[in-house]
C-alpha cells in the first residue's frame, strides 16, 4: 500500500518537478526513483522480518537427531505436483471447460473482446462444435451468452 503512495507522489513530482534529459522522460525518472526508493526499504524491511521471524525457534533441541538429508531433497525434486498442472492444464486446452465453469461465465454482465480491449469488429469464436453440438447448444464467447438450438 504505501509503495503505491509512494509510486503517486513520484508521479506527482514527474508533472512538476522532475525534467527530462536527453535519454530519459519524467516518467522513466520516475519509475527509476520509485524503484530506487523500494530498494533502499527493503533494507530495512528485511532486518525487519529478521528479528520478527527469528531462527531460534527452529534450532535442534539437544539430544534429538538430525534429519537426513534424503527426505528433504527427494521432497524438492518430486515433480509429482508438476505433472498434475501439466495434465490438468492440457485437459482443459483440449475439452474446454467443465459445465460448471461455463454456466460461472455465461452471467451476461461481463463485456466481449471487443469491448474489454477496444477492437472494433472482432469477431466471436464458436466453442469447438462436437462437444457442443452433442448436448444441442452452443456457446458465443462474444456475449458470453448460452444460446439453445431448437
Not at 10 to 27: C, E, I, N, P
Not at 61 to 77: F, H, V, Y
Not at 127 to 146: A, N, P
Amino acid at each position: 500500500m504505501a509503495t503505491w503512495y509512494q509510486s503517486f507522489i513520484f508521479s506527482a513530482l514527474s508533472s512538476r518537478v522532475l525534467k527530462a534529459t536527453q535519454y530519459w522522460t519524467t516518467t522513466n525518472i520516475a519509475d527509476g526513483l520509485n524503484a530506487l526508493a523500494i530498494c533502499i526499504e527493503m533494507i530495512f524491511f528485511s532486518g525487519f522480518m529478521m528479528w520478527a521471524f527469528t531462527y531460534n525457534e527452529y534450532k535442534r533441541k539437544e539430544g534429538t537427531p538430525a534429519t537426513s538429508i534424503w527426505r528433504p531433497l527427494w521432497d524438492s525434486i518430486n515433480f509429482t505436483d508438476f505433472f498434475l498442472e501439466i495434465f490438468g492444464s492440457l485437459r482443459f486446452y483440449i475439452c474446454g471447460a467443465s459445465p460448471e465453469e461455463e454456466e460461472r461465465y455465461n452471467d451476461g454482465k461481463r463485456a466481449d473482446f471487443g469491448q474489454a480491449f477496444g477492437v472494433e469488429g472482432h469477431r466471436p469464436r464458436k466453442l469447438k462444435k462436437s462437444r457442443m453440438e452433442s448436448e444441442g447448444e452452443s456457446v458465443d464467447l462474444q456475449s458470453y451468452s448460452r444460446v439453445t438450438s431448437n
